[in-house]
């Protein structure tokens, strides 16, 4: 115990003297908190000292599960003694606790989890991950649901690139997720940057490159700010990556070593496309790939987990959404609101929309998928098109959705599979046999794979539209070239052994060696001998009806035996005289009864052993033999497994879509969209956004299709709509509900509404009404409030939606009025993109006057009853001349004093009002 706690307080005080430690949290943002666990050789682990308290404490919610052992001081020698009261407390936990508590801690961000190991008499080091690099965790992330397990998942980690004082305001981004090993780069604006970063799940980023540029290092650290990231160190440019910056054949060279390529034309052809554009870009990915992954290292990268493969980081394909927004949508959930929600006993498909969505996808794959396509909702009006085609045919053809479901049962983690390819070998001695059998039940996972994928596209193949889908992903020249990966596994595998195993999960497949047919009775050798045996013994005596029970079991020492009761064991060896008890040989009598064998027996199962020891051996040689085959068709198998993660999600889409009676968006071609409202004799500007009976998804779902009241929304592309009413009135569910319209119409799902039509929107900004201080940084509720607004004025043009709440809140009334109203006309002259702008300034609704053709005025209507108002939650338009904000004080039960003393100062406010006027 002394060394374990010596190790662990070695390690806290290494960390602490580092530059990314507790001690130096940037800009006093939330320290790091590292967790040491301590294995004790795969039979449980420890933690000891603050980590054994906070995890007795959070987990167990008590102390008393803690014990106590003698180590040293704090700052004694380690010679010195030990005194009475150098108690440190430990805690012990089994595996399956240890993983419980591991994939609840992985998915917080600024935590840290380290597991050591004892070699040679020293704690050494083994596994570390945290939220974004969870891969060497698998085992304990596995408990995980598809659906918490990707949102664990697609937190990410990426290094920023500060270029030069003299470049331009673009910035090297580099991405990388350490659990799929994927790796992109690109270059964004500084703008843009947050938007990027929350996008793509990115828990923790390094900065890096030109210190000097203070300007540039601000706005890079508000950013990692908005986007929820943490920063982890300041690195300086080596003298190799500085002379990289300024050649890209020597950055091209760089990039390779650490991918683990022989050459550069071996590099994926859009990340060489991209480093060669970009110096920024390939200077972050060098150093991203040099900080958070083994790359370039053959002894851990190309044996360990296989190579970095490049994933297209395209920001200009799909539609910008900003930290902001993601968060007040609740479009996917962090990891650690999911772990909160679960404690709090709350639904999670009422959390967030990719809950609601999720539930209905089959597979791991795409499940991931469906992540992606909500975070990044595509800009291609014809892929767009394509994926509502799809999922209307899925609606209609309801045996052809059958099937296809049918098809995507049981259908194995492809992606994760596939990515392990590169670990698995057969090992030697005792571990060979488990090794040999992991890696053919990969083997035969991944021939499920391909042949779902097969049937997939067979079905795919009946209708124009998911044909169409089919040939987008490459899913029929992908599954042509795999055919030789399924031929080689049903050639080593009978056929009736891979029925078996499709049907039953966890069903242990056998390999198949030609010219050794004796090989083809082993499983049902011993069986087939026991059975001969058992017939005779097994007779019951005249006096005894009932026939004696025979069991077999395998002993470690004689092999396979007969097991019968005591009872029955006493009446075999009796009944049939001498030289039946001759014949039969006890092995041991206990309490579970009398274990025997015969002489037949025996020597039917040393005869087995001897053919399964051979078996064995042929087998191992051909399972590894077929996992060089496998490795060679990993990107295809990777492929099939992206062909199949799409049909689930458009399969889920469906499913959603006819159980909550969704319809489909009719998209507008932004460019046509445009000319038509430029002519003056065009009426396609009050059609570009028409939705009608529009519902909320989350809001619907919790309170049910019957009590949900729907609204219209239409307005042009380029319009102001302001949206007032009183507090409490739906202002914010109704803003956003269009907003989510946007999102779920481009990721290709249809929207909660009876008919819908939008235009394709390249950006969606949001500003909620829930603003916080941010103490962190001394930023006040209205210099947060301003922050965002400035950055969403920043990135609008006039292809945006973008969604006002309350503006000019945080300060004075005629500050905040005047703030809205310039905002408000910024966006309707300059701009000219749709907003939709809640507001209690109602004064706003003046706009209308000057500007008819391009501000409307929405109101949410309230009944009044006496002093109580009753909120009808429909939108009408017009503009509101009351908040109803006393009434709604009334409704929180403030005390009646302050409501009467509140009306009278009111009255007194309208009345002066008046009088001005």
């Known amino acids: 115990m002394e060394a374990l706690v010596r190790c662990c307080r070695a390690d806290a005080q290494r960390l602490a003297d580092s530059i990314d430690g507790v001690s130096s949290a940037v800009d006093g943002a939330r320290p790091l908190r590292v967790y040491r666990f301590f294995d004790r050789n795969g039979e449980y682990h420890q933690v000891v000292e ?8 959070r987990f167990f919610h008590s102390s008393s599960v803690l014990k106590y052992a003698d180590a040293p001081r704090r700052g004694e020698a380690e010679n010195s003694a030990t005194s009475a009261s150098s108690k440190v407390p430990f805690l012990s936990l089994s595996p399956a606790v240890f993983a419980s ?26 596994r570390e991950g945290s939220a974004g690099r969870t891969s060497e965790f698998a085992r304990e992330m596995d ?53 990027l970063l929350a996008q793509e799940g990115v828990s923790q ?22 986007a929820g990231a943490r920063r982890l160190r300041q690195q300086q440019a080596s003298k190799r990556m500085q002379s990289a910056s300024d050649s890209a054949q020597i950055l091209l060279e760089e990039v390779a070593a650490l991918l683990g390529v022989d050459a550069i034309s071996q590099i994926d052809a859009f990340l060489a496309e991209t480093i060669s554009r970009s110096a920024s870009a390939g200077s972050a990915l060098a150093v991203a790939l040099s900080e958070f992954t083994d790359a370039g290292d053959p002894a851990t990268s190309a044996i360990n987990a296989g190579p970095f493969r490049a994933a297209q980081l395209s920001p200009e394909d799909s539609m910008y959404i ?58 291609d009006i014809v892929a767009i098109r394509r994926r509502h085609a799809a999922v209307a045919v899925l609606l209609e053809d309801i045996a052809l959705a059958e099937s296809i479901s049918k098809s995507l049962r049981h259908v194995p983690d492809g992606e994760r599979l596939a990515l392990s390819l590169a670990g698995l070998r057969i090992k030697d001695g005792e571990a060979s046999f488990a090794s040999v059998k992991h890696a053919l039940n990969a083997l035969v996972s991944l021939f499920k794979l391909v042949r779902a994928a097969q049937r997939l596209c067979e079905l795919c193949n009946a209708n124009s539209s998911l044909a169409a889908i089919a040939v987008e992903t490459g899913a029929p020249n992908t599954l042509q070239e795999a055919q030789p990966f399924a031929d080689h596994i049903a050639s080593i595998i009978d056929a009736d052994a891979l029925q078996r195993a499709f049907r039953q999960r966890g069903y242990n497949v056998r390999v198949r060696i030609r010219g050794h047919g004796q090989y083809d009775e082993l499983p049902w050798s011993v069986d087939g001998a026991a059975k001969t045996e058992r017939a005779p013994a097994g007779k019951g005596s005249r006096k005894r009806k009932r026939a004696v029970t025979l069991n077999l079991e395998r002993n470690t020492v004689h092999g396979t035996v007969f097991r019968v009761t005591r009872a029955d064991g006493q009446v075999l060896l009796r009944k049939n005289g001498p030289s039946q008890a001759h014949r039969v040989r006890v092995i041991s009598r206990d309490k579970q009864g009398i274990k025997f064998t015969t002489e037949a027996l025996s020597n039917i199962v040393k005869r087995h052993d001897a053919l399964e020891t051979e078996y064995l051996e042929a087998q191992a040689q051909i399972v590894s033999e077929a996992l060089e085959v496998s490795r060679q068709h990993a990107r295809l198998l990777l492929e099939a497994a992206g062909f199949v993660a799409v049909i689930d999600v458009l399969g889920a889409f469906a499913k959603t879509a006819k159980e909550n009676e ?16 430029s002519s003056p004799h065009s009426t396609a500007a009050s059609e570009a956004v028409n939705l009608v009976n529009l519902r909320h998804v989350l809001a619907e779902q919790r309170l049910g299709r019957e009590m949900y009241i729907a609204n219209n929304f239409a ?31 481009q990721a290709g799902a249809f929207v909660p509404a009876d008919s819908a039509r939008l235009p394709v929107f390249d950006a969606l900004l949001a500003r909620g009404g829930g603003a916080l201080d941010d103490s962190s940084t001394g930023s006040s509720t209205f210099m947060v409030e301003m922050r965002d607004i400035a950055s969403i004025l920043s990135v609008a043009t006039p292809r945006s939606l973008v969604i006002v709440d309350e503006i000019g809140r945080g300060t004075s009334t005629d500050d905040g009025f005047a703030l809205a109203k310039a905002i408000a006309e910024h966006f309707v002259d300059d701009i000219r ?11 706003l609704a003046e706009l209308t006057s000057s500007r008819p053709e391009r501000v409307q005025n929405l109101q949410l209507t309230a009944q009044v009853r006496g002093d109580d108002v009753v909120m009808l939650y429909k939108v009408k338009s017009g503009a509101a001349d009351r908040s109803y904000g006393i009434s709604v004080a009334k409704m929180a039960q403030f005390p009646s004093a302050i409501l009467e003393d509140a009306k009278k100062e009111l009255e007194r406010l309208e009345k002066d009002a008046l009088a001005s006027r």
Request: glycine residues 6%.
């Open 50 to 57: 603050d980590d054994a308290r906070e995890l007795a404490t």
């Open 205 to 226: 980023c390094v900065v890096a490159g030109a210190e000097a540029n203070a300007t540039m290092s601000t706005k890079v650290e508000l950013a990692l700010r908005a």
């Open 662 to 677: 969704y319809c489909c968006p009719e998209m507008c071609d932004p460019v046509q969209q445009e000319e038509k409202e």
């Open 101 to 126: 508590v591991v994939k609840v801690l992985l998915s917080e961000e600024a935590t840290i989890v380290r597991t050591f190991e004892l070699e040679a008499g020293t704690w050494t080091l083994k």
């Open 143 to 195: 408990a995980l649901s598809d659906l918490e397990r990707a949102a664990v998942e697609q937190a990410c980690v990426a290094c920023v690139w500060i270029p030069n004082a003299a470049s331009s305001g673009t910035i090297g981004v580099a991405i990388v997720n350490t659990t799929f090993r994927s790796v992109g780069a690109t270059e964004v604006s500084l703008d843009a940057l947050a938007g």
């Open 322 to 379: 900003s930290p902001s927004t993601l968060e007040a949508l609740c479009l996917t959930p962090r990891p650690a609101a999911m772990s909160a929600g679960r404690a709090a006993g709350s639904k999670p498909e009422y959390s967030s929309v990719f809950h609601s969505f999720g539930k209905a996808c089959q597979t791991p794959m795409g499940v991931r998928r469906l992540a992606r396509w909500l975070r990044r909702p595509s800009k």
């Open 833 to 843: 993109c749709l907003v939709l702008f809640a507001t209690h300034f109602h004064e």
């Open 715 to 745: 307005s042009p592309q380029h319009a102001l709509n302001i949206i007032s009413g009183p507090n409490m009135g739906g202002k914010s569910t109704y803003s956003s509900s269009v907003a989510l319209a946007a999102i779920l119409a």
